[in-house]
């Protein structure tokens, strides 16, 4: 599938009778969509989109122009990566992905949440690194601990058990890019081993999933991306190898 991302003036590609996934490639919200399709082993096709110049009819399937959006009947769509995901578990439940105890779920919903200072604290390393505070590093610290503590209270490989689930997949796009915050001169987000044993272990076990390393980055590859689109650049098509990437369907005049 085509890494190039798609934008204003572009034709919508024809409807291949799959299940077909909006995205963009650096966005760690649609990686979790793919995560969870990749896991399941879904088929489907997906669509990357130029958060800058959308394409006008992304807006068909989500009403906001955000990602990721799923299309999962021709013409109509399910938008956020929550709400795809859970659709997406219930709906093929052949590879369940979510605990059967309902205090398990809880706690992995309660987990997610615990991490969204640490998430907050990336995007302004990353995109607007003068508003940083050591307040806000503190805050991503905390998550990690967090997150290293429930990892040793579970004792399992993943923290859905023996094999990884969602609760895995919804964090992993993070922790994913978090390693690329070093390369950029963040040293303080640092994911010391000698701090964060469990986790580090966790990072490297997660890495080795066919579902992510099918579709995971390097942190040099991140890297690489946040970098132009903190200059207001941001390079989509960094990995497009394409032998014509500026060859996308034009919209026909009326």
């Not at 003068?130 to 998550?143: C, F, I, Q, R």
């Not at 390393?213 to 650049?233: D, F, M, Q, V, W």
Request: glycine share 4%; charged share 25%.
């Amino acid at each position: 599938m085509s890494e190039k991302h798609l934008q204003t003036g572009d034709e919508l590609p024809a409807f291949g009778g799959k299940l077909r996934l909006f995205a963009m490639r650096f966005c760690p919200y649609a990686e979790r969509s793919i995560l969870v399709l990749n896991a399941k082993k879904i088929p489907y096709d997906h669509v990357f989109i130029n958060l800058d110049q959308k394409p006008e009819w992304i807006f068909n399937f989500s009403p906001k122009g955000t990602v990721p959006a799923l299309e999962y009947e021709q013409g109509k769509g399910i938008f956020d990566s929550n709400i795809i995901n859970y659709y997406l578990d219930e709906k093929y439940p052949e590879v369940p992905l979510q605990p059967t105890d309902p205090l398990r779920k809880a706690q992995d919903k309660m987990l997610v949440e615990q991490l969204t200072g640490a998430q907050s604290a990336y995007y302004t390393a990353a995109f607007n690194s003068p508003a940083l505070t050591p307040s806000m590093v503190e805050t991503y610290h905390k998550g990690l601990e967090v997150l290293q503590k429930e990892l040793e209270v579970r004792k399992t490989k993943f923290l859905h058990g023996d094999e990884p689930g969602l609760v895995d997949y919804t964090i992993w796009p993070f922790l994913e890019r978090f390693q690329a915050l070093p390369l950029l001169g963040k040293e303080e987000f640092a994911i010391d081993k000698t701090k964060y044993d469990a986790l580090t272990k966790y990072i490297e076990e997660m890495k080795n999933v066919p579902a992510v390393k099918s579709y995971c980055l390097a942190p040099e590859t991140h890297a690489k991306y946040i970098e132009s689109r903190a200059k207001g650049n941001p390079d989509y098509n960094m990995l497009d190898t394409s032998a014509v990437c500026c060859m996308r369907p034009r919209k026909k005049k009326e």
